[in-house]
C-alpha cells in the first residue's frame, strides 16, 4: 500500500498522527519545506483516502487522522479522539511545540519533540497484559503522561500546557506522578506552562507540598493564543 502516496504526502499524513489534531496553519509551520497548495492538495487526497477528517473549529479547519490513516502510518496506530472541548487545549499545545522547538533551534540546540499520542504508545507497549486487560487504561494513560516532551542536550523535559485550573486531587495526583518519573529518570525537568498567575499558584503549592521541583512559563509570553 506505500505505493499510495507520495514523500510528501506521507510527511503530512506522518505530521497529523503524530498530533491526533491541528489545523490546516500548523501543518503548514511544521512543514516549512512545503507551500500552500502542496500541503492542501495533500489533505484532499488523505480525506478522499479515509486517512483523515476534517472539522470546522470557529473559523479554523482542523484535521484528524483516523484509525485507517494512523495503522498506515505504523507507529501509533489509533484515530484521535479529540472531543470539540478538548480541542482548544490540544491546538494551543501544538503552538506550544512549535514555539518552543524554534526558539532552542534558533539557539542552535539540537532538540527533538515527543507528542502526547507517541508518549502514550511508549507506554502502552511497556504495560504488561494484565495491565492492558483493565477497564479504560487507555484513557486514563492519557492523564499520567505530559502534553508533550522534549529532548535536548542528553535530558528529557516534560510539558504541561495549563488553560484551566483543574481540580485538586487532579494536580495532587498529576505532581505526585512527575514526582516519581523525576526519581526514576523518566524525565530530568518538568515544565507547566499556565496561562495565569492563578494557575500557576495553585500548581506550585502541590508541587512544593511534594518537594518536586517545577519550572514555570507564562503561556501569554510563548504564544498569541488568538492565532492559535
Do not use: W
Amino acid at each position: 500500500m506505500d505505493f499510495i502516496l507520495s514523500e510528501k504526502r506521507k510527511d503530512v499524513l506522518v505530521l497529523i498522527d503524530r498530533f491526533g489534531v491541528i489545523t490546516n496553519r500548523q501543518l503548514e509551520k511544521f512543514l516549512p519545506y512545503m507551500n500552500f497548495n502542496t500541503v492542501r492538495r495533500a489533505r484532499n487526497q488523505l480525506k478522499e483516502l479515509g486517512f483523515i477528517e476534517e472539522k470546522a473549529f470557529g473559523r479554523r479547519k482542523v484535521s484528524t487522522v483516523t484509525k485507517k490513516g494512523s495503522e498506515y502510518v505504523g507507529s501509533i496506530m489509533t484515530g484521535a479522539g479529540s472531543s470539540y472541548a478538548n480541542l482548544q487545549h490540544d491546538l494551543t499545545v501544538n503552538e506550544v511545540v512549535y514555539t518552543l522547538v524554534r526558539q532552542y533551534k534558533d539557539k542552535g540546540y539540537e532538540v527533538k519533540y515527543q507528542t502526547e499520542r507517541e508518549i502514550m504508545r511508549e507506554e502502552f507497549l511497556s504495560l504488561s497484559y494484565e495491565e492492558i486487560k483493565k477497564p479504560n487504561k487507555l484513557r486514563h494513560l492519557s492523564k499520567e503522561v505530559p502534553d508533550f516532551s522534549l529532548e535536548m542536550n542528553g535530558q528529557i523535559l516534560a510539558f504541561e500546557v495549563e488553560l484551566n485550573r483543574k481540580t485538586n486531587n487532579r494536580i495532587e495526583k498529576k505532581v505526585n506522578q512527575y514526582k516519581q518519573s523525576v526519581e526514576q529518570g523518566t524525565y530530568t525537568r518538568v515544565f507547566y506552562i499556565c496561562r495565569d498567575e492563578g494557575i500557576k499558584k495553585h500548581v506550585d503549592l502541590f508541587a512544593k507540598g511534594v518537594n518536586l521541583d517545577v519550572s514555570f512559563l507564562s503561556l501569554n509570553e510563548l504564544i498569541n493564543e488568538e492565532e492559535v
